[in-house]
């Protein structure tokens, strides 16, 4: 998928390649506590921009679980591991009437973001999309679902992992000070409370390994890995 909100195809196998590298060594210095890498998780899966590179490095000896929020989102993911093939047309009349149902689908998952200006949600039709790049997309969408047919996605809130340990977890939440806001099923713009999802954060990391990406400093956490605009933070 190339396009979505804040997602992360651009540097997704480079992040991944350094979440991997990180819990490998994390996990050898905490061996004496018993502590063995039991999963992998990301509360804010979107279009798995770093999560489809991560079963290739942690192999199948992983439980593998994602979660989002935008239950559409969710939902195409959870249609396209059984086989569901995503549309490669999407008219202007079909994108309003889907904006405008108030249901969730896996089709408004998909075509959401894709044929959305500027990747947001359903925020205007992308006049510009081509056939040819709808069609790559929905390719990319089953490629990525049948290599991730482990992964059990589950639609909520982050929160829906609070009980977690022994996990690797990666978050890539919506950035504090920015315009990176996200739209409900109704297209209404939904807040995010970045200091209580910190502090989510440090109560995770008690027993798991935690990542968080960001632009900014990102708590108290420790900056890990940097490119351009992008970081990566560990909390410990
Ligand atoms: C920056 S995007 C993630 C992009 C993803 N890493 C990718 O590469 O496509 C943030 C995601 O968080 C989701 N989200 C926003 N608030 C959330 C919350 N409170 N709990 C879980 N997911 C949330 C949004 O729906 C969006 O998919």
Redesign the pocket.
């Known amino acids: 998928?190339t396009t979505?909100?804040?997602?992360?195809?651009r540097i997704?196998e480079k992040l991944a390649r350094v979440i991997y590298d990180e819990s490998v060594d994390i996990a050898k210095l905490k061996s004496d506590e018993d502590f063995k890498i039991k999963g992998y998780c990301?509360?804010?899966?979107?279009?798995?921009?770093?999560?489809q590179h991560i079963p290739k490095l942690f192999k199948d000896q992983l439980k593998y679980k994602a979660?989002?929020?935008?239950k559409s989102?969710v939902m195409m993911w959870q249609q396209a591991q059984k086989g569901w093939e995503p549309p490669t047309t999407c008219t202007k009349e079909r994108f309003y009437k889907l904006k405008s149902d108030g249901k969730s689908t896996a089709e408004k998952g998909f075509i959401g973001h894709l044929c959305s200006f500027r990747s947001i949600?359903f925020g205007g039709y992308a006049y510009h999309i081509t056939k040819k790049r709808m069609e790559n997309t929905s390719t990319k969408v089953q490629k990525i679902a049948t290599e991730l047919k482990k992964v059990k996605f589950s639609n909520?809130?982050?929160?829906?992992f609070s009980n977690l340990k022994d996990y690797v977890i990666y978050c890539?939440?919506?950035?504090a000070n920015t315009t990176?806001n996200?739209r409900n099923e109704q297209g209404r713009l939904?807040g995010?409370d970045t200091y209580e999802?910190w502090d989510w954060c440090d109560k995770m990391a008690a027993n798991n390994i935690v990542f968080v990406?960001g632009y900014g400093q990102v708590s108290d956490a420790e900056l890990i890995y940097t490119n351009k605009k992008e970081k990566l933070y560990l909390f410990r």
Do not use: A, I, R
């Open positions: 998928m979505y909100h804040g997602g992360k195809q997704g990301e509360p804010f899966c979107g279009m798995l921009g770093v999560y979660g989002d929020q935008n989102v949600y909520g809130s982050y929160t829906q890539d939440p919506p950035y990176q996200y939904v995010f999802f990406s």
